[in-house]
């Protein structure tokens, strides 16, 4: 039986996906646990793999277009079957038939195409021990990371014999990058539970088992497998693309010149060419090629006459002479770029923040000095690496513990004043921005501060980066002093209700005990929410922030 596969919602916030790259096509062998596609969320691009084995009947999202969650993805069943009511349930009535169209002309053509693996897999299934009653369904332990090569069963939230519905999480199940919860793609009783809580196996070990109530299934065995699909028919698909006989045969052809007696110069393009340009008779010219052909070492190696230099320099007067005056030209020309849909998020969110949250913005100015001298000491620890940014951040969050008005949200009604500190960072990818989230910085040591961020950050540049990992911020900070950006204004990451810009360290002439001497700077820029904010607790907060920066052992206090 057919089995529909919807988009999935593979985050928190995800509303569509996006198909980044399909990794099987249509009329392919799909066994449970392959991957089908990569699909782009709001967040990453995420691989998804099939828990259904069988033939790929119906792609209904192709490479590059996007979905709604629970939109028709895919459709897996048995090669050649009906599936055009489960089409015209999933897409336009227009589609619907122009796909079942297809999908009945591939079926004419598989009549055909048993072949004698396809009778030996038959009787392999036919004898098979282990066989699987009518209804029930073997859960294998899933691959839920790229790397991951086996898991470990962190909780079961269902026990056997409960009752499971589709979507219901089965279990927390711990893997090489993360803990994640697993649902079931199955509705009926959990028969039998093959990993036990604490244990580790293999991808693709048996992990559940679910079917109607009563069934018996000690027979099946606990490899997990379920009987093999046919294999793959031997069609040859080697259909390969002829090369342009006359893009090719114009490149091999010889190509001739005629000396003054009428015989024909055989020589290469290249070598014309040369000798065009370097006023080279060919008829001059000894070809070293095959049949005497005349190729590019020969005009490389001809010692012959060349044009005079009186020539050379007349030629090139008259060509002096015939210059023009440059005149623009060209053509205008523009490249659509696809959005992604991490930017459409972005786009989305800061339009709503801007356009919603009436921003002002603060500045303020912070001598380094202490703080540079202070870290510099620090990074002479072994094992120990410190950056300023790290810095900013835990000044930031002990000052949101003297201001907690900062460390709010506007809910409408409310003005909700968060009693924790999870501290924002903003990170640059490839194809936008993500916030990583700092849990109870305020807690956080300066290494520990410096730890997290480097590793949130890798995770948040090689997109392994979890959802989890970005939520619950109360305050943003974002940097970008490495640049060489001296101060800039930030839209507010909301529900936050303001956001730091940092700038870069300027040395720079500054006036100390009633002289001018060489100083360090950094400007600091709070954009604030004014519905939560005022002006007087945002100069506050800046005005604490530029105490602990400057006096950075106060930090430690």
Same mark, same amino acid.
């Given at each position: ?15 569509? %996906? ?8 249509? %009329? ?15 967040? =990453? ?20 277009? %996007? ?28 589609? #619907? ?5 297809? !999908? ?14 396809? /009778? ?6 036919? #004898? ?16 839920? +990371? ?11 939230? @269902?026990?056997?014999?409960? @009752? ?19 649902? +079931? ?15 580790? =196996?293999?991808?693709? +070990? ?60 055989? =020589? ?84 709503? +923040? ?53 460390? #709010?949200?506007?809910? %409408? !009604? ?63 900070? #974002? ?47 709070? /954009? ?28 430690? =206090?």
């Amino acid at each position: 039986m057919a089995e529909v596969i919807k988009m999935p919602r593979l985050s928190d916030t995800m509303e569509e %996906g996006v198909v980044a790259k399909w990794l099987k096509k249509k %009329g392919d062998k799909v066994e449970e646990g392959d991957i089908l596609a990569e699909i782009e969320t709001d967040k =990453a691009t995420m691989e998804f793999e099939s828990f259904y084995e069988g033939t790929l009947l119906h792609i209904g999202v192709e490479e590059g277009d %996007g979905a709604p969650v629970d939109e028709l993805l895919a459709i897996i069943g048995e090669e050649g079957e009906d599936i055009s009511d489960l089409i015209n349930g999933g897409a336009s009535e227009g589609s #619907s038939k122009k796909e079942s169209a297809e !999908d009945d002309t591939d079926k004419d053509e598989s009549e055909d195409e048993e072949t004698e693996e396809d /009778a030996e897999d038959a009787s392999e299934e036919e #004898s098979g021990d282990g066989e699987i009653p009518e209804g029930v369904e073997i859960i294998n332990m899933p691959r839920l +990371s790229d790397t991951m090569e086996e898991g470990t069963v962190a909780s079961w939230l @269902k026990q056997e014999g409960d @009752k499971v519905e589709e979507g219901d999480i089965l279990a927390e199940i711990e893997t090489d990058k993360a803990t994640m919860e697993f649902e +079931s793609f199955y509705s009926g009783t959990l028969l039998k539970i093959g990993i036990q809580e604490g244990e580790t =196996a293999k991808v693709d +070990s048996l992990l559940a088992i679910i079917g109607p109530e009563g069934t018996d299934v000690s027979s099946i065995n606990t490899s997990g497998k379920k009987k093999k699909a046919k294999k793959e028919s031997a069609k040859s698909e080697a259909k390969e693309e002829q090369t342009d006989a006359a893009e090719s045969s114009e490149d091999s052809k010889e190509k001739f010149s005629s000396s003054n007696d009428g015989k024909r110069i055989f =020589a290469s393009p290249l070598a014309k060419k040369m000798a065009e340009d370097k006023g080279i008779d060919l008829s001059k010219v000894e070809g070293s090629g095959e049949n005497g052909r005349i190729v590019k070492k020969d005009i490389e190696n001809f010692k012959g006459e060349e044009k005079p230099a009186e020539a050379k320099k007349q030629t090139a007067e008259q060509t002096t002479a015939a210059a023009q005056p440059y005149t623009p030209a060209g053509e205008e020309s523009f490249e659509d770029v696809k959005n992604s849909q991490m930017r459409k998020t972005i786009a989305k969110r800061l339009g709503e +923040s801007k356009f919603t949250a009436p921003h002002y913005y603060l500045t303020i100015e912070v001598d380094m000095a202490n703080a540079m001298a202070s870290r510099k000491y620090i990074n002479e620890m072994p094992d120990t690496k410190v950056s300023f940014n790290d810095m900013v951040i835990k000044a930031s969050a002990m000052a949101l513990r003297k201001h907690p008005q900062v460390n #709010s949200q506007w809910t %409408g !009604d409310n003005t909700r004043i968060a009693k924790h500190i999870h501290m924002g960072v903003a990170v640059a990818v490839e194809e936008g921005l993500v916030v990583p989230v700092l849990k109870f910085a305020d807690q956080m040591s300066l290494t520990q501060i410096g730890s997290n961020v480097k590793d949130l950050a890798g995770k948040a540049r090689n997109k392994k980066i979890q959802p989890s990992d970005m939520e619950g911020s109360t305050f943003t900070v #974002s940097n970008l002093g490495m640049f060489g950006i001296v101060e800039f204004t930030s839209i507010i990451n909301q529900p936050n209700s303001a956001i730091l810009s940092v700038g870069t360290i300027v040395e720079k002439p500054v006036v100390k005990n009633g002289e001018i001497v060489v100083g360090n700077t950094m400007k600091l820029t709070l /954009a604030c929410d004014h519905r939560t904010v005022d002006g007087a607790t945002g100069a506050a907060f800046l005005q604490t922030l530029k105490t602990y920066l400057e006096n950075p052992v106060t930090m430690l =206090a």
